[in-house]
């Protein structure tokens, strides 16, 4: 293992001590975590599955049955269990979610480093497409893009569309972000030293930047989770979805064109969506304690004193 | 301006807070979907909700029952059929028949007007039938209700005479169809394909109510009442129809009293309006039903259908039938409101008399669809999917993505049909893209649709014809049996109703072992009205929204 990673480990044993003292950001992590725990044990939390009927003595769905014994969150209009939809709905919510948000940072990272490590030609090329990109409306976008593609009749599953068209349209902010912080990095000295003993621009970005960028890259896919994840809802509550799947958004689906609200079955809609707000409320803390203490005056702090690292004082970058 | 404005928004908001607190009706028209208001305070304005929209207001081509409901309304037919289910007189006095059945003449009620307030004449109503013998490709949509006419004629201003090639048995049920369309707006189209274009975004009539104004994108409709109109003008000033993308958002404004008269609430919702204050639901076994369309398109067929080979085995058909739990798709789409589906002749026809009761819908049985498609010789693949000499019996499902019953339809026969290793990928569509997909282009695997049969038997029957088969025509699911359509015609020129009966249950015997169609359920009409604020509605199985109903519908006296 390389220094910097050694040196990226640490930083992340650091950071944990200085985390753990921030009670909102631990609040964070709790709800992302039972999300995430409840979708990979859903099969241990209920007896149902996702398209099981619940039936009464006569063999007849019990449909908009309110929460009792063997359904504890009731049943939706199809005599399904709602809990049962709920934790396998988050395992498809999750997952899309996660993917998407991974997708997106992946790509606005990379994208981000190559235009402010390049710069000239290559950076006013990828800022320009995401300067479009930017301009047009995020979600009527995605939108058509689901709907035309899923027309095309390509065997890819509904989910991988969605995962893709949120992943590759979702990664402008990233991009932008990515870029100015690499803007800064390359111009330490650190980098011209490495450049002058002859690295190559792929040493330079694997060894020298991308450690650097690391938390900030962290950070925002932590924030960009939770856009995904309403995204994903917002697609599928548009009847995007996979409707074979329960996910959050489909159960929002139905349960708005199948008249829940007339019916007063709140124990259909309000689940999914206090669900869809746990766990964005959890990434959106998580990211924005994160993002306090990843600010560039504590990133240069714990960089100082590294064996074998030039480190950065305040008064050579300026900061 | 800007005053209006800020009138408007604190009216809208002291609305939403009034209907907010649960107050029942709010008695201003507290900003509801449809601007439009009447000029005078005191007008009787009816705002009709429902979930669809015409899909054009020409008739030669109009496919939803939507379109209907407005023909009705600004179109007047020869006769056509009243609530109590006999044919009465709409243009015509009186009728009869030759003695050989072949000639029959219709005498015109005195005093007929059209919109415009110019006369009508025999001679126009004449010709408007004879438009649609004549070019049978444009006027796609009524070609049908024209099958054995040789022509009309007009032998005075007051007598219409029209003359078939043999004995007609349904001929009062056919004329119901055949409006009276202003001659000038349908006279100047050189092809089938522009009289198909043509939007007719202001028809003019001769029934109770005149077209004030249609915009599709907004999904408004608005319609005047006629004063002019022959049986006597209507007590109601204005109609507007407005579209509702949604069932909840269209009961709630019910609710508010922003809407007088629901079209089509959705099962789900039934009981909850049942119990609305000042609101009166009526119910009624109605001529619908919902199905599953099988693509049947035959393989000669240009262009050359996209279906699935493994569609046109029997086996795969049955074992399709068998994995669809009718009881449940009852139970959970119509809470219960419905009855399982056999024939495409629902019971209601004639009181019973044409549905065929000695066809039974198949029992719902996983493991005995497993053994049909085992037996067939579809090998389950590893993913779970059957595959027979390369052929995957992988589905697309696709269905109108508008309907609140459908993507539930789609979603339980997918989970069942996957329990038999049958891949079904449903697919919500927009309604006119999934037409232009299915008839005479075969586009498409499997598509749940309903339809909402005539009075009589011929229509429901025709939908199965080969030479509907067509652009614009009735066959979506490219069925094609000579056998069948020869009954069809027999059955067409049966007087003797006994002698019909037999051809139609032939026919429906056919349909149901060749299954174009897997017919799901009868369903249930269910509509709402503010009683506190209409009243005198004909409720009867053609819906309480009929010319017949509307004509006669008074505010209540405050």
Same mark, same amino acid.
């Given at each position: ?132 990109? %930017? ?6 976008? %995605? ?147 994160? $993002? ?23 008064? $050579?970058?300026?900061? | ?97 030759? +003695? ?53 004629? @007009? ?24 409006? @009276? ?19 007719? +975004? ?207 339809? @789609? ?64 066959? +979506? ?5 000579? @056998? ?29 072992? +060749? ?44």
């Amino acid at each position: 293992m390389s220094d910097h990673w050694k040196l990226f480990l640490r930083n992340l044993n650091e950071f944990w001590k200085a985390f753990r003292r921030n009670k909102l950001g631990l609040v964070g992590g709790f709800l992302i975590l039972t999300a995430l725990l409840a979708a990979i044990f859903a099969p241990a939390l209920t007896p149902h599955s996702a398209v099981d009927i619940m039936r009464d003595s006569n063999g007849r769905a019990l449909t908009f049955a309110s929460p009792a014994m063997h359904s504890p969150l009731g049943t939706d209009d199809a005599g399904h269990d709602v809990w049962a939809l709920l934790i396998y709905g988050a395992r498809i919510s999750l997952m899309v979610g996660f993917l998407a948000g991974f997708i997106s940072m992946f790509v606005g990272s990379s994208l981000g480093i190559i235009a402010g490590y390049f710069g000239g030609a290559v950076d006013t090329l990828v800022m320009r497409v995401t300067d479009i990109l %930017m301009v047009i409306p995020d979600l009527p976008l %995605m939108l058509v893009l689901v709907a035309t593609i899923r027309q095309m009749d390509l065997k890819v599953s509904p989910l991988s569309v969605l995962i893709l068209v949120i992943g590759l349209l979702y990664w402008t902010s990233a991009a932008r972000l990515i870029r100015s912080q690499t803007l800064t990095i390359k111009e330490r000295q650190f980098v011209a030293r490495a450049r002058a003993i002859g690295a190559g621009h792929w040493h330079i970005v694997r060894k020298h930047i991308l450690p650097q960028l690391m938390p900030l890259i962290v950070t925002n896919t932590v924030l960009i989770l939770s856009t995904a994840i309403l995204i994903e809802s917002g697609l599928a509550f548009l009847g995007l979805g996979d409707p074979t799947q329960p996910s959050w958004g489909t159960m929002l689906n139905f349960a708005f064109s199948r008249s829940a609200i007339s019916n007063g079955a709140w124990w259909f809609y309000l689940p999914p969506g206090i669900a869809i707000l746990w766990v964005s409320l959890g990434c959106i803390l998580l990211g924005n304690v994160l $993002e306090e203490m990843m600010n560039p005056r504590l990133a240069a702090h714990y960089l100082e004193g590294d064996k074998g690292m030039i480190a950065i004082t305040d008064k $050579e970058t300026g900061l | 301006m800007r005053n209006n404005l800020r009138v408007f928004v604190i009216i809208t908001i002291l609305g939403l807070i009034i209907s907010a607190c649960g107050g029942g009706a709010s008695t201003a028209n507290t900003g509801g979907p449809v601007t439009s208001a009447p000029d005078a305070t005191d007008a009787a304005v009816l705002h009709i909700g429902w979930l669809g929209v015409p899909d054009t207001l020409n008739p030669a081509y109009a496919f939803l029952t939507e379109a209907y409901s407005i023909f009705d309304l600004v179109y007047s037919p020869l006769v056509t059929e009243s609530p109590s289910g006999e044919y009465v007189g709409a243009l015509a006095k009186e009728w009869s028949a030759s +003695d050989d059945h072949l000639t029959w003449t219709f005498a015109l009620k005195d005093g007929l007007k059209w919109h415009n307030g110019e006369d009508f004449t025999a001679d126009q109503m004449a010709w408007a039938i004879n438009a649609v013998i004549a070019d049978p490709d444009g006027w796609a949509a009524l070609s049908g209700y024209v099958d054995g006419f040789s022509e009309a004629t @007009a032998p005075d201003a007051k007598t219409v005479q029209i003359v078939t090639e043999y004995p007609i048995a349904n001929m009062e049920y056919r004329l119901s169809f055949l409006y @009276a369309v202003y001659p000038p707006d349908f006279e100047s189209f050189a092809s089938p394909e522009e009289l198909q274009n043509f939007v007719n +975004d202001h028809p003019i009539g001769t029934g109770a109510f005149k077209m004030n104004a249609f915009d599709k994108d907004r999904g408004v409709l608005i319609l005047d009442a006629n004063k002019e109109y022959v049986d006597g003008a209507p007590f109601l000033d204005q109609v507007i129809f407005q579209k509702f993308d949604a069932a909840d958002a269209m009961i709630q404004a019910l609710k508010a009293g922003d809407i007088d008269l629901v079209l089509g609430i959705p099962a789900s919702a039934y009981e909850t309006v049942k119990n609305f204050q000042g609101v009166k639901a009526v119910a009624f076994e109605g001529r619908g039903f919902d199905e599953l369309i099988i693509n049947d398109t035959s393989e000669d067929n240009d262009p050359p259908s996209t279906g699935n080979p493994a569609l046109k085995d029997p086996a795969v058909r049955l074992a399709l039938e068998t994995a669809t739990n009718r009881q449940d798709l009852i139970d959970i789409v119509l809470q219960s409101l419905g009855k399982p589906g056999s024939t495409i002749v629902p019971p209601t026809l004639g009181g019973g008399f044409w549905h065929n009761p000695e066809i039974k819908p198949v029992e719902f049985d996983i493991a005995k669809a497993n053994q049909i498609l085992d037996e067939a010789g579809y090998i389950m693949g590893a993913d779970g999917v059957r595959v027979k000499d390369g052929v995957r019996l992988e589905f697309r499902l696709q269905f109108d993505a508008e309907s609140s019953n459908y993507p539930r339809i @789609a979603d339980l026969l997918s989970d069942w049909y996957k329990q038999i290793g049958v891949k079904a990928t449903p697919q919500g569509m927009d309604a006119d893209t999934l037409i232009a997909a299915m008839t005479a282009v075969g586009d498409y695997d499997l598509v749940i649709w309903g339809w909402v049969a005539d009075p009589d038997p011929d229509f429901i029957l025709g939908v199965m014809l080969s030479d509907q088969y067509t652009p614009g025509g009735w066959n +979506d699911s490219g069925y094609h049996n000579p @056998a069948y359509d020869a009954l069809y015609k027999k059955q067409q020129s049966a007087i003797d109703k006994n002698e019909r009966q037999e051809f139609v249950y032939e026919m429906q015997e056919m349909v149901y072992n +060749d299954r174009p169609y897997i017919v799901l359920y009868y369903d249930v009409a269910l509509q709402a009205y503010r009683s506190d604020r209409f009243t005198n509605f004909i409720e009867s199985p053609l819906g309480i929204e009929i010319s017949a109903s509307l004509a006669q519908v008074k505010p209540v006296d405050k």
